[in-house]
């Protein structure tokens, strides 16, 4: 039977080092070194443990500056974004929505008042999004109460309903108070500038940036097959749903 022992950390104890606490913070025998990355770099032995899973690649970064009543914005938050959430490990993709578009702000003697290309409604829905995703804090779940309210036939007027499908736990009420208070205007205004910072501005929506950049080619390819384009940015280890090789599964224990 060969050694479960890296032969490099073997090398490493015949050259000396102490067997327990080979360094400061480093409490696990030399055989349990490369067990996990965690042990491995208490131990500093990371690099001679050839067995560790590489570490996570960062995320695909996709920021989505929409309107919630634009239907271009809506097909394609329903239709790509969301299923390509769903379907590619949550370390893949990391989304951030920003609900305001072509929308524009005044500040009338210090008061701000926004106007929403598709009317009041849409100016509605967009605080309605944002208080959502201020309250719920957690990505996943406040993205299937946006795909609730974005997929059916009124945006603005089922948060009830969907929040008690897809996030019971976050009270209505909290957002209903930040949508009439001070805090909906903060989020739209602070939504209003992060959009006008955009390099190059934004020209239509929905507007999209890959890793915070746009380009025609990357909205082009986003809209056509989010789920491809990520796939093929993502550094990391690709899941099966990316197509990868056909090569036959070796079991993880072997692989090198
Ligand atoms: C996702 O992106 C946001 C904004 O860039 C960042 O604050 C957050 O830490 C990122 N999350 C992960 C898991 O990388
Ligand atoms: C709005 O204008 C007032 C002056 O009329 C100014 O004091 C205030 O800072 C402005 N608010 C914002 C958010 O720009
Ligand atoms: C967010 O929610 C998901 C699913 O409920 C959960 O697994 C995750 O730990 C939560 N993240 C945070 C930061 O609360």
Excluded at 112 to 133: I, K, R, V, W, Y
Aim: glycine share 8%.
């Amino acid at each position: 039977m060969a050694p479960a022992v890296p032969l490099a950390v073997l090398a490493l104890v015949a050259l000396g080092a102490p067997g327990l606490g080979g360094a400061p913070g480093c409490d696990y025998p030399a055989h349990r070194w490369c067990s996990s990355r965690d042990v491995a770099v208490a131990c500093q032995v990371e690099s001679r443990c050839p067995s560790l899973p590489r570490p996570a690649a960062a995320p695909v970064e996709l920021s989505l500056y929409y309107e919630s009543l634009c239907p271009a914005c809506r097909e394609f938050l329903v239709q790509n974004l969301f299923p390509t959430w769903l379907l590619l490990p949550e370390e893949m993709l990391n989304i951030t929505l920003v609900p305001y578009g072509n929308a524009q702000e005044r500040n009338v003697s210090g008061k701000l008042d926004f106007q929403c290309q598709h009317g009041p409604e849409e100016c509605l829905g967009n605080m309605m999004e944002a208080c959502l995703m201020h309250e719920a804090k957690n990505f996943s779940t406040y993205f299937p109460v946006i795909f609730c309210l974005e997929s059916g036939t009124s945006v603005t007027k089922n948060l009830e309903a969907c929040l008690q499908v897809h996030a019971p736990e976050v009270d209505s009420g909290r957002i209903s108070a930040c949508v009439q208070g001070d805090t909906g205007v903060a989020l739209m205004h602070h939504n209003a500038q992060v959009t006008e910072a955009l390099h190059p501005p934004h020209q239509y929506v929905p507007w999209i940036t890959i890793n915070g950049k746009h380009t025609d080619k990357l909205q082009a390819q986003a809209e056509a097959s989010l789920l491809g384009l990520v796939c093929q940015l993502y550094q990391g280890e690709k899941p099966e749903i990316c197509g990868g090789s056909k090569a036959p599964k070796i079991p993880s224990g072997c692989r090198r």
